[in-house]
């Protein structure tokens, strides 16, 4: 895919690309996919975005249904694996195997020489986000709840929402993350990062680690506070697709009612909106301080 940037830092330039995985669940008419890609149609400065973006089908039904509202997709197959399950709360060793493969296939995308943003599909997107990154750092990433200090990790990192430049650095540090799979049987990909990421070895590959504001990129765990800034809501703390979906539905639906108001009446809907969760069927709990965050589980 050839894309040209445009503008002064709203669009990624060209060698950057966007990517997102899905399974026949999460890829239906009313699915979750068409929330994501619908989020594109109707944010501010994303329909240029459209682009950039690479569906990664993790299964033949998937890629089908990509194929046929997305000009661009890419089949990856696991061996041995049909994964048609629920994604987002599956813990089947057929999930690990996708999962892992996925992250296999970022360190792929990597040594290729190519920055990439990957974003999960329950996520839709209000605005462009590539103005609200940091710049010049390795590998950024999302997390549930946000403390005000981007340099801690000791938040829990969310891998559904990533930037990654492709450097030698980051290579490295995939590769570690990849082997780290061995240490961990049974353990999920962003567990593993979230287990690894104080370990020497990034330090000593000079890894540069950040953490994004979820004023800007939110989630159900702790949702963006004003809708003038926000770029980003994940349907994190949502328990099963049709709860996702809800969300997201409803998400959508007080964005396209700001975004349409008169400029004179956008700063009170800004702050208004309250994603509740008898409004999105999602249960959350806001943690008091950065040491309970390792309690709460989100999916």
């Known amino acids: 895919m050839t894309t040209t940037a445009v503008g002064e830092g709203r669009l990624p330039p060209s060698e950057i690309v966007i990517l997102t995985t899905i399974n026949r669940a999460w890829a239906?008419?009313?699915?979750?996919?068409?929330?994501?890609?619908?989020?594109?149609?109707?944010?501010?400065?994303?329909?240029?975005?459209?682009?950039?973006?690479v569906i990664v089908s993790l299964d033949h039904k998937a890629h089908q249904y990509c194929q046929a509202v997305h000009p661009h997709c890419y089949a990856l197959t696991t061996p041995g694996v049909n994964f048609?399950?629920?994604?987002?709360?599956?813990?089947s060793d057929e999930y690990m195997r996708v999962v892992w493969r996925r992250t296999e296939f970022y360190t792929s995308v990597l040594n290729l020489g190519i920055d990439f943003l990957f974003t999960d599909a329950d996520i839709v997107w209000l605005r462009n986000p590539f103005p609200h990154l940091?710049?010049?750092v390795d590998f950024q990433a999302a997390c549930d709840y946000y403390s005000g200090d981007d340099s801690d990790l000791r938040h829990i990192i969310n891998t559904g929402f990533i930037f990654v430049r492709s450097n030698d650095r980051t290579r490295r540090f995939y590769k570690f993350w990849y082997d780290s799979k061995d240490r961990f049987p049974g353990v999920k990909e962003q567990d593993v990062l979230n287990s690894i990421k104080f370990e020497p070895f990034l330090n000593d590959i000079g890894l540069q680690i950040k953490l994004l504001d979820t004023d800007h990129f939110g989630?159900?765990?702790q949702p963006i506070k004003d809708l003038k800034v926000g770029c980003t809501m994940h349907a994190i703390c949502c328990i099963g697709l049709e709860?996702?979906?809800?969300?997201?539905?409803?998400?959508?639906?007080?964005?396209?009612?700001?975004?349409?108001?008169?400029?004179?009446?956008r700063s009170n809907l800004s702050t208004s909106f309250a994603w509740k969760p008898h409004r999105t069927g999602c249960w959350y709990v806001r943690a008091r301080d950065i040491s309970d965050w390792r309690m709460h589980l989100c999916f």
Do not use: M, Y
């Open 84 to 91: 048609t399950g629920n994604a987002a709360t599956s813990k």
């Open 134 to 136: 940091h710049e010049q």
């Open 28 to 53: 239906e008419p009313g699915s979750l996919l068409d929330l994501f890609l619908e989020s594109f149609w109707n944010g501010e400065g994303t329909k240029e975005l459209l682009r950039h973006l």
């Open 243 to 265: 709860s996702k979906i809800q969300a997201l539905t409803v998400i959508l639906q007080d964005w396209k009612r700001f975004s349409s108001a008169p400029a004179e009446s």
């Open 219 to 221: 989630g159900i765990c």
